[in-house]
């Protein structure tokens, strides 16, 4: 367990498809005056070395970040996270790529503030050190679903959780089901963003069939599909050919935005012409 860390990924299509969703959500709370809470029950280390050999290993952010950080024909849904991207890298190399900590962190106005939850010891070093005196962030090495019980619902009542599992362990999209449900009966009016891989389509089927029983209403579900599931231009098995979220709450209009978000990001990251977006009601009001 915990063998997973995330500096092996960093900047793939999922971090690109995650991140810009998480500019948008954190963007539409930012549109009223009111502060707010923002909770990423698995962090990650806040920010990664895309020249760390670990990086270098597999390259994944060669078909993820690298493809669109600099486009200037970027539809404006996504201006605001390139512009993001851009700023961590302002000689114009690609060398770093920010994660959820610290994307968020500079989505935050003076009155917000965020919780990061990060169980890999490490990893959490990492984090705790590049937050270290800063008030509006509060970071805890512990499990994320415990995070869900200690930290909701915040006193702000308005905010956005997002969880990010690294799906290392068997039985995790029933985990993350059932922390669902046992969250939102503590804060119904919050918004959640759990991020999912598409390796196993039936798995994920029976996933959405979980979370629709929970008994939630107003769940968005979106994909970014790279590659086709199987056949030609596959990727090769077991292999993530995409990636989901499930935004319970979502902002007003998301579902109308997300659709040319989405089809921008599949025509720039599908392998060799292939590639599918989709947005769609999971549950409806
Ligand atoms: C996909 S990565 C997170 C990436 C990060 N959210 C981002 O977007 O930059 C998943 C992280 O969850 C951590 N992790 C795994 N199980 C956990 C748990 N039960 N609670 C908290 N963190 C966990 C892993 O160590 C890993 O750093």
């Not at 008030?135 to 702000?156: C, I, N, S």
Request: charged share 25%.
């Amino acid at each position: 367990m915990l063998s997973y860390r995330h500096l092996f990924h960093a900047g793939n299509f999922a971090d690109v498809f995650k991140h810009a969703l998480l500019v948008r959500l954190l963007a539409a709370l930012a549109r009223k005056e009111k502060p707010f809470c923002y909770l990423d029950t698995h962090a990650g280390t806040g920010r990664y070395d895309l020249e760390h050999a670990w990086a270098q290993k597999a390259r994944e952010f060669e078909h993820g970040i690298a493809r669109v950080w600099q486009r200037a024909d970027a539809p404006a849904a996504l201006a605001e996270y390139l512009a993001l991207v851009r700023a961590e890298n302002p000689d114009g190399v690609l060398r770093r790529y920010p994660g959820s900590p610290c994307i968020a962190r500079r989505m935050l106005r003076p009155g917000d503030r965020m919780v990061l939850t990060e169980l890999n010891r490490s990893d959490f070093a990492e984090l705790a050190e590049r937050f270290a005196g800063d008030r509006q962030v509060q970071v805890r090495r512990m499990d994320g679903y415990e995070a869900l019980g200690a930290f909701l619902p915040p006193p702000e009542h308005r905010g956005l959780v997002l969880i990010d599992s690294a799906f290392d362990r068997a039985g995790e999209f029933a985990r993350i089901a059932a922390a669902l449900a046992g969250a939102h009966r503590r804060w119904a009016t919050g918004t959640y963003a759990v991020w999912y891989p598409i390796v196993e389509p039936p798995a994920v089927r029976r996933f959405e069939r979980e979370v629709a029983e929970t008994g939630i209403r107003r769940i968005l579900q979106l994909a970014l599909e790279v590659a086709p599931e199987r056949g030609a231009g596959a990727l090769p098995a077991g292999w993530m050919h995409g990636c989901g979220m499930l935004v319970v709450n979502p902002p007003w209009r998301l579902d109308e935005e997300a659709g040319p978000l989405l089809d921008w990001l599949r025509a720039a990251l599908g392998r060799n012409g292939h590639g599918a977006g989709a947005v769609r009601w999971l549950v409806p009001e």
